[in-house]
């Protein structure tokens, strides 16, 4: 009698670590299916936009209010973002509840253990520089990263409250003793690095100390993968398995990263030249391989040997950034290139990284940028003056700074757009009130003795607008050429985006045409330029892309809005 009951017991306990298993394989193929959702997407997009009908045909218009209703705003966040997460949660809840005898809190506990081991595997997935969905979804990592950190909080959030169970089911058993073993010991200080890593996520603390933040996110993941795999260590329990697995996929692409520093390191130097109002331009000696607005990861082991950071690509060959200064590693490059003007450095790049749309085969291309926001905007318009493969019939470029000294930046791209007669340059300066004495900076060369910090250009719908009728429109002169084409202009204050964008598009292009907006500044002028976008008296009657990255700090957030 006593062995059938052991015999049954085993069984209950089999059948129920089978259902714990199980757990993660279904939990694997709901976001293995949603990604494959994505790809589909992605794909039929494309091929909509390539040989799908235009103008303003029934299904073309449907199309268009589909997108349009995707990229409305719900509680903060678009609508096809609200509906994303909602399906996330509502995976993450099925497997939690399916299969589980809830009358019995120890089974619930370790079932949410297994839920946040499968969370832990999907936020490393999404946090993969080289990952697999860049060329399959068209969204690189750094467009991941929303739902790598929301996968991230629900991680630590499930495996509080599988902690509290867990505690909450010895304390009415009276077991309190069982924190002493190895194995929860070990889970127990899991927990504590994750509340580390939820703790260094707040705002304040991620801008104020990036640095450290990064660093710390680090240590504690590598201290949370030792300790998962100590708390379940047993090979026929699977978890440490899954923790192998998280590990190896993190550690490979790791070293594809470090493979790309050690290739890009030989013969490579970087000229550093301080620009005015806190601006650093870099000019590698080594080009990279890279598409129009990708970055890259720069190091340079002077300033600091354990960190790269991320920064637009300006061009490949050779390669050339422009960064805006703010602390930690921009900051102490900029010292160094003040003490010593010109000055070379070792470096290397890893690289290069994002999935920016193929601005080549769009009729009208409108560019918006705010302060260093333009390293991405300039880079992409001279692609398109320089590709003989394009389609493209016309280009407004709209750049919003601070003042006259930030045009020091670009001077040698703002010639070249200029000159060109199918651009159409538009530069605001929103704190001039006199135009008269304003002048393109010689290309020959930067000016770089004042220092004065600055911050991003803003542009705000609350800001001053200066309809085109009242704007006073200075002769923008310089040594080599004068603008004076009634397509360059320069002007005042802060525009209004939102009348901005529906001018141009109204006044310049047909219901045939393919139109792209690409946008790169502070998040307000994100925010007005997704809000003009999804204008539905624009969308209704053109198809109209946007593209935005969101800059700010020292790291570039991107963001993907999609076709329309």
């Known amino acids: 009698m006593m062995i059938e009951i052991r015999s049954s017991s085993a069984i209950e306990k089999a059948l129920r670590q089978s259902s714990n298993e199980w757990t993660n394989k279904w939990f694997a193929i709901g976001m293995g299916s949603m990604m494959a959702l994505f790809a589909i997407y992605h794909w039929s997009s494309l091929a909509w936009f390539y040989y799908g009908p235009r103008g303003t045909s029934t299904s073309v218009r449907a199309y268009r209010k589909a997108r349009v209703l995707l990229a409305s705003s719900v509680m903060g966040l678009t609508t096809g973002r609200f509906i994303l997460y909602t399906a996330y949660w509502a995976v993450n809840l099925v497997i939690l509840l399916t299969d589980v005898d809830l009358t019995s809190i120890t089974y619930v506990a370790k079932r949410l253990g297994w839920v946040a081991l ?45 902690a509290i169970v867990y505690l909450s089911a010895w304390h009415q058993s009276g077991s309190l003793h069982k924190m002493e073993e190895r194995d929860n010991f070990a889970g127990a200080i899991a927990g504590m690095a994750m509340l580390i890593i939820a703790i260094s996520t707040i705002t304040y603390f991620m801008r104020g100390f990036y640095e450290l933040f990064y660093m710390l996110h680090i ?14 260590p047993k090979f026929s329990k699977s978890a440490v398995v899954i923790v192998i697995v998280i590990a190896c996929f993190w550690a490979f692409d790791r070293l594809i990263r470090g493979a790309k520093i050690i290739w890009n390191f030989y013969g490579n130097y970087a ?11 870099v000019r590698l000696s080594r080009g990279i391989k890279s598409s129009p607005g990708s970055h890259a990861f720069l190091w340079i082991p002077a300033i600091r040997v354990f960190e790269s950071h991320p920064f637009t690509l300006l061009s490949s060959e050779p390669s050339e950034l422009v960064i805006r200064v703010y602390d930690g590693f921009t900051r102490d490059l900029y010292q160094a290139a003040q003490l010593k003007p010109g000055r070379l450095l070792r470096c290397s790049v890893d690289g290069a990284y994002g999935q920016v749309p193929n601005f080549k085969v769009f009729e009208k291309v409108i560019l918006v940028a705010g302060g260093s926001g333009a390293s991405f905007t300039f880079t992409i318009a001279l692609d398109l003056l320089q590709s003989s493969a394009t389609t493209f019939k016309s280009l407004d470029f709209v750049w919003i700074v601070t003042d006259q000294e930030c045009l020091s930046w670009f001077s040698g791209e703002l010639q070249k757009l200029q000159s060109h007669p199918n651009v159409n340059l538009l530069i605001y300066i929103t704190r001039q009130s006199d135009l008269s004495s304003l002048t393109l900076p010689d290309s020959s060369g930067f000016l770089s003795e004042k220092n004065s910090g600055s911050d991003e250009a803003d542009s705000r719908d609350s800001s001053p607008h200066l309809s085109p009728g009242d704007i006073e429109k200075g002769a923008l002169q310089q040594p080599v050429a004068t603008m004076t084409s009634s397509g360059n202009e320069i002007r005042p204050g802060r525009p209004d985006i939102k009348s901005l964008i529906e001018h141009i598009v109204t006044s310049s292009c047909s219901r045939e045409d393919r139109i792209i907006i690409g946008a790169c500044g502070p998040n307000s002028l994100m925010h007005t330029t997704r809000q003009a976008v999804n204008n539905r008296a624009l969308t209704n009657e053109w198809s109209i892309t946007l593209y935005t990255e969101v800059s700010g700090g020292q790291r570039n957030n991107f963001e993907l809005c999609g076709m329309k």
């Open 118 to 162: 499968a969370n832990l595997a999907l936020l490393v997935f999404l946090a993969l520089k080289n990952t697999p969905l860049a060329p399959l979804t068209a969204n690189s990592y750094e467009k991941l990263r929303p739902l790598h950190k929301v996968s991230g909080y629900t991680c630590i959030f499930v495996s509080m409250i599988h």
């Open 219 to 232: 240590l504690m993941f590598i201290l949370i993968m030792i300790t998962v795999g100590m708390h379940r």
């Open 271 to 281: 000229t550093l030249t301080a620009l005015p109002n806190g601006v650093l331009r």
